[in-house]
């Protein structure tokens, strides 16, 4: 045991309380930062020494020789984070559906009195109203009206919902970017990582930037971590590393035969398939709800003009026109418009059932009859097939709400329980400091008495 | 459990907008009365609605067309009151004129008279109604009957035999005209063994100057009949414009019920709304309140 024991004890001490205190004092400064982990410090008392001049195989033989800093912990739980991951995917997932969809309600549901439906009942009125005047010019003009503004609803309807759908499409691009561009991010802090652990240096805070960006990437794609014994972990998108090591795979987006964006792997071109995270839920609007609405809305279209044009053309006009279309014969919403002769003159409006009668209406109140009667699929009117449409969007909508609801609820839980591990607590780190503080104290009056230790040794046997 | 500092103010913040956004969604209920303001919020619920406000709008659309109806029928049915008055006077001159061998002055005065009512039917056969004529069947634009004197007939009848029919219900057509050959029995229309109105009130004339008995007799008998046939037509007419009141009675509580369903549906129920906002308030004031007492920092303050 050297003179000097007492001091490098002390000393010891010093440092470690230093250490724990610089540490309390970066938790307390990062108590607001994004993914932030609490460090702890974690102390032991270091290798003991053997007392000179004991019997060797006694006890009491080792003499301590102070404190050491083991580690600086981050704290943490592993499965928690990869659930957090998971249940973030879920929730951003539903919420960017939920985000489109919310625009589509409101271009579908403008308000009672506004939408489709209640245009086509002002369509099945006037030719109500021109059963009962067949002569009447004005009705004819109104139905002429009525007609142009169903037309119009359903290529506005069409162009609207196009127009999310490239909204949509629209944001891809820098999405796939934000992805290459956090990647590349995570293999640099993988490399910075695998140096510090490989000078047996804790990386808590590279770790804690990794960890925001993995959250960040699970959020965009639902990407899942895989962490082999050992190793560092490994971002895994659709069965492929993502992110391996220093390794980070690009993705593209590159129009599809959809003429829409697609992503893809930058290396082999193969298509990415999200399962969850908000680009699956923008996918899943733009490619599977938007073309579903499109399709219904071409089917009530396509079965308005045909069935009008069908008995409209057994018709006859208030100028014996017969044979001509009401509509201009068409499969799509999104060109359906009112055909020439009848724009040309309105008095082409087949309301008779025969020549030279206009006072028959006839033929109008049986064209005013398809309103109610089933010609599309499944038995239903077109104006069912519209409350059909209009009450699906809604249900979608609300299901993305309620998915939302309890994503949210799991996420939160989930994001408290890991705050509970991880978070700072101000109350905590103040009550920590005070105990390395008074540590530190301590450890100070220590070496003051060892000093003086010493001082008696050195002076007051040296003057003698 | 261990309670962050971070987590502190995040549970703050989450059920400061929780609370928040219960109370914009009963404002919203509050502001527009209606418990539905998009498909989301009740997706059956505003399906059903829309379907209603549908059929509402097909009601007032058979509404109307009752109304309109109801005006033909009308037109139709005073038309045919005065043409029975007219046929009524020609039979009484023709009674006049008859047998009593009177003399030849008087009865040329009474064969200008039928000639007169003749022409008057042919101008009520003609009535339009709103410019539609009334007994032209689908021939509504132009004239139905027109004069041709010293023809067998006399009047000629360029209509035909359309019945216009106005849908009043999902499954219930009216008819609303009644075509002129039928009325005036042209070309023997109602009743094959008779000529038509104004070929007895011609004969009539005719054997008025001519001091026919016999001819003044059959034109006796014919007139009857068609005086018969008119007020039966008449009948007709009143039946049907009975049967529209009783529709548009049936509309107006169909609409009435619609209404109501469509309230149901869609309706806020506004007391049940008041006591949520101030409910909602009292939460969010709550939560307000814990977030000021919330952020006094704890050991902090207390050791310094």
Same mark, same amino acid.
């Given at each position: 045991?050297?003179?000097?024991? !007492?001091?490098?004890?002390?000393?010891?001490?010093?440092?470690?309380?230093?250490?724990?205190? &610089?540490?309390?004092?970066?938790?307390?400064?990062?108590?607001?930062?994004?993914?932030?982990?609490?460090?702890?410090?974690?102390?032991?008392?270091?290798?003991?020494?053997?007392?000179?001049?004991?019997?060797? !195989?006694?006890?009491?033989?080792?003499?301590?020789?102070?404190?050491?800093?083991?580690?600086?912990?981050?704290?943490?739980?592993?499965?928690?984070?990869?659930?957090?991951?998971?249940?973030?995917?879920?929730?951003?997932?539903?919420?960017?559906?939920?985000?489109?969809?919310?625009?589509?309600?409101?271009?579908?549901?403008? %308000?009672?009195?506004?939408?489709? !439906?209640?245009?086509?009942?002002?369509? *099945?009125?006037? *030719?109500?109203?021109?059963?009962?005047?067949?002569?009447?010019?004005?009705?004819?003009?109104?139905?002429?009206?009525? !007609?142009?503004?169903?037309?119009?609803?359903?290529?506005?309807?069409?162009?609207?919902?196009? *127009?999310?759908?490239?909204?949509?499409?629209?944001?891809?691009?820098?999405?796939?970017?934000?992805?290459?561009?956090?990647?590349?991010?995570?293999?640099?802090?993988?490399?910075?990582?695998?140096?510090?652990?490989?000078?047996?240096?804790?990386?808590?805070?590279?770790?804690?930037?990794?960890?925001?960006?993995?959250?960040?990437?699970?959020?965009?794609? %639902?990407?899942?971590?895989?962490?082999?014994?050992?190793?560092?972990?490994?971002?895994?998108?659709?069965?492929?590393?993502?992110?391996?090591?220093?390794?980070?795979?690009?993705?593209?987006?590159?129009?599809?035969?959809?003429?829409?964006?697609?992503?893809?792997?930058?290396?082999?071109?193969?298509?990415?398939?999200?399962?969850? %995270?908000?680009?699956?839920?923008?996918?899943?609007?733009?490619?599977?709800?938007?073309?579903?609405?499109?399709?219904?809305?071409?089917?009530?279209?396509?079965?308005?003009?045909?069935?009008?044009?069908?008995?409209?053309?057994?018709?006859? %006009?208030?100028?014996?026109?017969?044979?001509?279309?009401?509509?201009?014969?068409?499969?799509?919403?999104?060109?359906?418009?009112?055909?020439?002769?009848?724009?040309? &003159?309105?008095?082409?409006?087949?309301?008779?059932?025969?020549?030279?009668?206009?006072?028959?209406?006839?033929?109008?109140?049986?064209?005013?009859?398809?309103?109610?009667?089933?010609?599309?699929?499944?038995?239903?009117?077109?104006?069912?097939?519209?409350?059909?449409?209009?009450?699906?969007?809604?249900?979608?909508?609300?299901?993305?709400?309620?998915?939302?609801?309890?994503?949210?609820?799991?996420?939160?839980?989930?994001?408290?329980?890991?705050?509970?591990?991880?978070?700072?607590?101000?109350?905590?780190?103040?009550?920590?400091?005070?105990?390395?503080?008074?540590?530190?104290?301590?450890?100070?009056?220590?070496?003051?008495?060892?000093?003086?230790?010493?001082?008696?040794?050195?002076?007051?046997?040296?003057?003698? | 459990?261990?309670?962050?500092?971070?987590?502190?103010?995040?549970?703050? +913040?989450?059920?400061?907008?929780?609370?928040?956004?219960?109370?914009?969604?009963?404002?919203?209920?509050?502001?527009?009365?209606?418990?539905? /303001?998009?498909?989301?919020?009740?997706?059956?619920?505003?399906?059903?609605?829309?379907?209603?406000?549908?059929?509402?709008?097909?009601?007032?659309?058979?509404?109307?067309?009752?109304?309109?109806?109801?005006?033909?029928?009308?037109?139709?049915?005073?038309?045919?009151?005065?043409?029975?008055?007219?046929?009524?006077?020609?039979?009484?001159?023709?009674?006049?004129?008859?047998? /009593?061998?009177?003399?030849?002055?008087?009865?040329?005065? #009474?064969?200008?008279?039928?000639?007169?009512?003749?022409?008057?039917?042919?101008?009520?056969?003609?009535?339009?109604?709103?410019?539609?004529?009334?007994?032209?069947?689908?021939?509504?634009?132009?004239?139905?009957?027109?004069?041709?004197?010293?023809?067998?007939?006399?009047?000629?009848?360029?209509?035909?035999?359309?019945?216009?029919?106005?849908?009043?219900?999902?499954?219930?057509?009216?008819?609303?005209?009644?075509?002129?050959?039928?009325?005036?029995?042209?070309?023997?229309?109602?009743?094959?063994?008779?000529?038509?109105?104004?070929?007895?009130? /011609?004969?009539?004339?005719?054997?008025?100057?001519?001091?026919?008995?016999?001819?003044?007799?059959?034109?006796?008998? +014919?007139?009857?009949?068609?005086?018969?046939? #008119?007020?039966?037509?008449?009948?007709?007419?009143?039946?049907?414009? +009975?049967?529209?009141?009783?529709?548009?009675?049936?509309?107006?509580?169909?609409?009435?019920?619609?209404?109501?369903?469509?309230?149901?549906?869609?309706?806020?129920?506004?007391?049940?709304?008041?006591?949520?906002?101030?409910?909602?308030?009292?939460?969010?004031?709550?939560?307000?309140?814990?977030?000021?007492?919330?952020?006094?920092?704890?050991?902090?303050?207390? #050791?310094?």
């Amino acid at each position: 045991m050297s003179t000097f024991t !007492g001091i490098i004890t002390a000393l010891s001490s010093l440092q470690a309380q230093q250490q724990a205190m &610089d540490t309390a004092g970066h938790n307390v400064a990062n108590v607001n930062t994004l993914g932030y982990r609490r460090q702890e410090v974690r102390f032991s008392a270091r290798g003991p020494y053997p007392l000179a001049g004991s019997a060797a !195989g006694t006890m009491g033989g080792l003499c301590g020789i102070g404190v050491q800093v083991d580690s600086i912990r981050r704290a943490q739980d592993e499965f928690l984070n990869l659930h957090f991951n998971t249940t973030g995917g879920e929730l951003s997932r539903w919420t960017s559906t939920q985000n489109a969809l919310k625009e589509i309600e409101s271009i579908m549901a403008p %308000g009672p009195g506004l939408d489709l !439906g209640a245009t086509m009942d002002k369509f *099945w009125d006037a *030719w109500q109203s021109l059963s009962t005047n067949p002569e009447d010019l004005s009705a004819r003009s109104d139905l002429r009206a009525d !007609g142009l503004a169903v037309a119009s609803s359903f290529r506005n309807l069409v162009q609207r919902l196009r *127009w999310s759908a490239s909204n949509i499409d629209s944001t891809i691009e820098n999405t796939v970017e934000e992805i290459n561009r956090a990647t590349s991010q995570i293999a640099g802090l993988n490399r910075d990582i695998s140096l510090a652990l490989g000078e047996s240096r804790q990386p808590n805070d590279l770790l804690d930037q990794r960890d925001v960006l993995f959250q960040r990437i699970a959020e965009i794609t %639902g990407a899942t971590l895989i962490t082999p014994a050992g190793g560092q972990p490994i971002l895994n998108l659709n069965g492929k590393a993502l992110v391996q090591g220093n390794l980070a795979l690009e993705l593209k987006a590159e129009p599809g035969a959809s003429g829409y964006l697609e992503i893809k792997w930058a290396d082999d071109d193969t298509p990415v398939v999200l399962q969850s %995270g908000e680009l699956a839920g923008k996918f899943q609007v733009r490619d599977q709800m938007i073309p579903q609405y499109l399709s219904q809305l071409d089917d009530m279209a396509s079965t308005l003009v045909s069935q009008v044009n069908t008995l409209h053309e057994q018709g006859f %006009g208030l100028d014996n026109q017969t044979d001509l279309n009401f509509f201009t014969p068409g499969t799509s919403a999104a060109d359906i418009t009112v055909d020439d002769a009848i724009l040309d &003159d309105v008095r082409a409006i087949a309301s008779a059932s025969a020549a030279d009668s206009p006072g028959d209406g006839s033929m109008a109140l049986a064209i005013a009859a398809l309103r109610t009667e089933p010609v599309m699929a499944g038995g239903i009117s077109i104006n069912q097939s519209w409350q059909y449409l209009y009450g699906s969007v809604g249900n979608d909508v609300k299901v993305a709400e309620d998915h939302i609801y309890s994503a949210q609820l799991i996420h939160d839980q989930l994001a408290s329980r890991q705050q509970s591990i991880s978070g700072v607590s101000l109350d905590e780190e103040m009550a920590q400091m005070i105990q390395y503080q008074h540590a530190y104290d301590a450890a100070a009056r220590v070496l003051t008495v060892a000093d003086e230790m010493l001082g008696t040794i050195i002076e007051q046997m040296g003057a003698r | 459990m261990r309670i962050s500092t971070a987590m502190m103010a995040h549970s703050v +913040q989450t059920y400061l907008g929780r609370a928040t956004e219960n109370m914009f969604k009963i404002q919203e209920q509050a502001a527009s009365g209606l418990r539905i /303001n998009r498909p989301s919020d009740d997706p059956t619920g505003a399906q059903y609605a829309a379907n209603l406000r549908s059929a509402q709008a097909e009601v007032v659309q058979y509404q109307k067309n009752v109304d309109e109806g109801m005006h033909f029928l009308k037109a139709t049915d005073s038309t045919l009151a005065g043409i029975v008055n007219m046929v009524r006077s020609a039979r009484d001159i023709a009674i006049a004129g008859a047998g /009593n061998g009177a003399a030849s002055e008087m009865r040329s005065a #009474l064969a200008s008279n039928v000639d007169q009512i003749l022409n008057s039917v042919v101008r009520a056969a003609n009535s339009d109604e709103a410019g539609r004529f009334i007994f032209g069947g689908f021939k509504t634009v132009t004239p139905p009957f027109a004069a041709d004197p010293g023809n067998t007939p006399p009047v000629i009848y360029s209509g035909d035999s359309g019945i216009m029919m106005f849908q009043i219900g999902r499954a219930s057509n009216v008819a609303v005209n009644l075509p002129g050959d039928q009325v005036f029995n042209m070309n023997g229309e109602a009743n094959p063994a008779m000529p038509d109105l104004f070929s007895t009130l /011609n004969d009539l004339k005719t054997a008025l100057l001519a001091g026919d008995d016999a001819g003044i007799n059959a034109a006796i008998a +014919q007139l009857d009949d068609h005086l018969s046939r #008119l007020i039966s037509m008449r009948g007709e007419i009143g039946s049907r414009q +009975q049967s529209m009141e009783l529709a548009a009675n049936q509309l107006a509580s169909v609409e009435f019920s619609l209404k109501e369903s469509l309230s149901k549906t869609e309706d806020a129920d506004l007391v049940k709304v008041m006591m949520d906002l101030q409910q909602q308030q009292n939460t969010y004031q709550a939560t307000v309140n814990v977030a000021a007492m919330l952020s006094r920092p704890g050991l902090w303050d207390r #050791l310094t």
